[in-house]
């Protein structure tokens, strides 16, 4: 299993942005695609963002299509999820997630993180 690390989350004003990363460690990680997820108090794990191994390929839910962005970085072992003009709807707790070969829009990922906090004030 590859370890992955979220850094990234905090408090913002609605409008705001951030910008959450994810350093992957012990496996190749130009082999794995990486997913972003998010999961608020009393609602499932949602699927945010995923990008394929090489950053040729990323799909996004819909409610944050237009407003974030993913991409990595491979020789940093980094994913990333840049978020603009966030909602109060987007308060969560998000995680990243490293699935091997073929990215999914599904939770079907090996490897998780610990997950950080965003909060999104209105």
């Known amino acids: 299993q590859v370890r992955l690390v979220e850094s990234g989350g905090g408090l913002v004003q609605a409008g705001g942005s951030l910008r959450l990363s994810c350093a992957a460690s012990?496996?190749?990680?130009?082999?794995?695609?990486m997913g972003w997820f998010r999961q608020a108090p009393g609602k499932e794990r949602e699927f945010v963002a995923a990008?394929?191994?090489?950053?040729?390929?990323?799909y996004y839910a819909d409610s944050v299509k237009g407003r974030f962005t993913i991409s990595r970085d491979n020789a940093k072992n980094t994913v990333y999820l840049q978020m603009n003009s966030l909602k109060p709807e987007d308060t969560a707790v998000y995680y990243c997630?490293?699935?091997?070969?073929?990215?999914?829009?599904?939770?079907?990922?090996?490897?998780w993180g610990q997950g950080t906090q965003v909060t999104v004030s209105s």
């Open positions: 012990g496996r190749t990680f130009s082999n794995y695609a």
């Open positions: 990008i394929s191994w090489n950053g040729g390929s990323t």
């Open positions: 997630a490293a699935r091997a070969f073929v990215v999914v829009v599904t939770t079907d990922y090996d490897s």
